[in-house]
């Protein structure tokens, strides 16, 4: 989102300044380098669109992209453009103060910069600020912790070491297969089992992207019409107006075609809970097919959520490691953990995991997060997280009132969507907000009330039309104690 931020910003001929906490550029693909991290959007699907000639040039070698492979991409994104002379890496933003007497805001770093800018724009992404659970004695532990959004960049040598795994969202969802196929031993501390759909990645062979990139600008276009900003094959059919035979054989097409197209069988999947159970119990059935130990598969069968409605999760071998000896699965929700001992985790059962390595795949403290960690003041010097005390709002996820020429890429109520496009989106509206302001010579944009409630009811009717409101999701916050 920075980076292409800036590249509009040149296109009006203004000075900006990025910087970046990382000492790279990339974000969530520089964070997020544990073992298995791969982008679960296919990758003709999962970049830039803004440059014919980049995505013409850029040649991907799988189905889904790998992390690494993304970040190569990104780092060729911001020499291609030469848009490093502007970045300022190893540099977190600390504060920004807008001052209404002159209309400017003041930025402040962790370095000590204090720079005046006319605009400030957040590119801190919606999935930045890795979060690890308050549990007793976690300072405790005698052997390495990670966070899966936090990874060393130095590799870490699993081999012969007792593994522990918070977690079984995507990231833990990723990680866990490959840990099982490296480590002594692997315990997985589920407190909420997940919907995942098989990945079958594969290469990707060049005849096959010459045919997308034939009509790629075709294709951006469809997908941008779409609700998730992916060429998915969305069904026009309702659950029930097939019968039982024909709606098994379409779920059966779409397990082996593999991905979250999964979740657009039938089109009431995300809308009626009856539909939804359809697709639910047949992914409980296969849970069922491929765990051997009965006890694990009911386990790892998801039933407090409707399918998709806590982001679905893609995966490669993940159901099958728990048929590995190797393998072992506590499930802290009927057996909490009661505390990080020195040698591993305690469960209220008083059993003690014993463990070299704990890794946290337990998410982050999502759409607002990221903002409320900087001390970020608006109008009358009123804080952030004063203004969003009841709710994270915004008007359309790029702008919030108060906060006078701030804007946001991807902030609360933004577009959950396929992140390339909607980066995209959000920052071509920032650049013809600028353009207009600068054109106008208004010296402030600024969202009004009234527009901002607007914006935020249409959300929340949305939102009820769906199952989404229903399901303890990050996406609203759930995850976080008491942020709901
Ligand atoms: P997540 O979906 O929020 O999952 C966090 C996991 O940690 C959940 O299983 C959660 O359990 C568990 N957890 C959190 N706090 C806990 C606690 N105190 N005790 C025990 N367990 C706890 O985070 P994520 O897996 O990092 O994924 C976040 C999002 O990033 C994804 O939904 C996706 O949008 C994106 N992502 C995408 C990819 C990809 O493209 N393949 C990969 C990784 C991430 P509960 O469910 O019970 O809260």
Redesign the pocket.
């Known amino acids: 989102a920075g980076l292409y931020m800036l590249y509009r910003l040149r296109q009006l001929g203004m000075t900006a300044r990025v910087y970046e906490s990382g000492d790279g550029v990339g974000g969530t693909w520089y964070w ?1 380098r544990y073992p298995g ?5 296919e990758s003709m699907q999962y970049s830039y669109s803004f440059s014919e000639e980049l995505q013409q040039e850029w040649e991907w070698t799988e189905r889904y992209p790998k992390q690494a492979e993304i970040l190569t991409y990104i780092n060729h994104v911001a020499d291609r453009f030469d848009l490093r002379p502007d970045i300022q890496l190893e540099t977190r933003v600390v504060s920004a103060t807008y001052d209404e007497a002159s209309q400017r805001w003041t930025v402040e770093t962790d370095h000590g910069d204090k720079v005046c800018a006319q605009y400030v724009i957040s590119a801190a992404g919606c ?1 930045s600020a890795a979060r690890v ?1 308050e ?1 007793p004695g976690l300072e405790n532990f005698t052997g390495k912790q990670y966070h ?2 936090h990874w060393p960049h130095e590799p870490v040598d699993f081999t012969g070491q007792r593994v522990g795994v ?7 969802i ?1 990680i866990i297969p490959v840990l099982a196929r490296q480590a002594k031993a692997v315990t997985v ?4 089992p ?1 919907f995942s759909i098989p990945a079958w990645n594969r290469p990707l062979p060049r005849e096959d992207q010459q045919v997308w990139k034939a009509q790629y600008a075709e294709n951006r276009e469809r997908a941008r019409s779409t609700r998730s900003g992916i060429l998915y094959d969305y069904s026009q059919r309702a659950a029930f107006a097939v019968d039982e035979t024909e709606r098994q054989q379409e779920y059966e097409r779409r397990w082996a075609r593999g991905g979250a197209n999964f979740t657009h069988s039938f089109n009431d999947i995300y809308s009626d809970r009856q539909a939804n159970d359809t697709a639910a119990e047949f992914v409980r059935g296969k849970i069922r097919d491929l765990v051997k130990n009965p006890t694990v598969a009911a386990l790892l069968s998801p039933t407090d959520h409707a399918i998709g409605t ?2 679905i999760c ?1 995966d490669t071998d993940y159901y099958e490691t728990f048929n590995r000896d190797n393998v072992s699965l506590v499930s ?1 929700k009927e057996n909490p ?1 009661s505390e990080i001992t020195t040698r591993g985790v305690r469960t209220e059962d008083g059993v003690e995991h014993e463990l070299d390595l704990l890794i946290f ?4 403290d999502t759409v607002d997060g990221q903002y409320t960690r900087m001390d970020l003041r608006g109008r009358g010097g009123r804080t952030i997280q004063e203004h969003w005390a009841e709710a994270p709002t915004s008007y359309l996820g790029v702008a919030t009132t108060g906060f006078p020429n701030m804007f946001m890429i991807l902030g609360p109520n933004g577009p959950f969507a396929n992140i390339p496009p909607a980066i995209e989106v959000q920052v071509d509206l920032v650049f013809d907000l600028v353009k207009a302001a600068e054109a106008a010579s208004a010296p402030v944009v600024e969202v009004n009330r009234e527009t901002e409630d607007g914006w935020t009811a249409t959300c929340q009717m949305i939102a009820s039309y769906t199952l989404f409101d229903r399901a ?1 999701s ?1 996406i609203f916050g759930a ?1 976080i104690p008491g942020k709901r």
């Open positions: 997020n991290a791969r982008c679960d959007v999935l659970p549990i899966t959004g918070i977690g079984t969202g995507s990231s833990g990723q501390f589920q407190r909420t997940n806590k982001r893609v802290i953990i795949a337990t998410g982050f303890e990050w995850n």
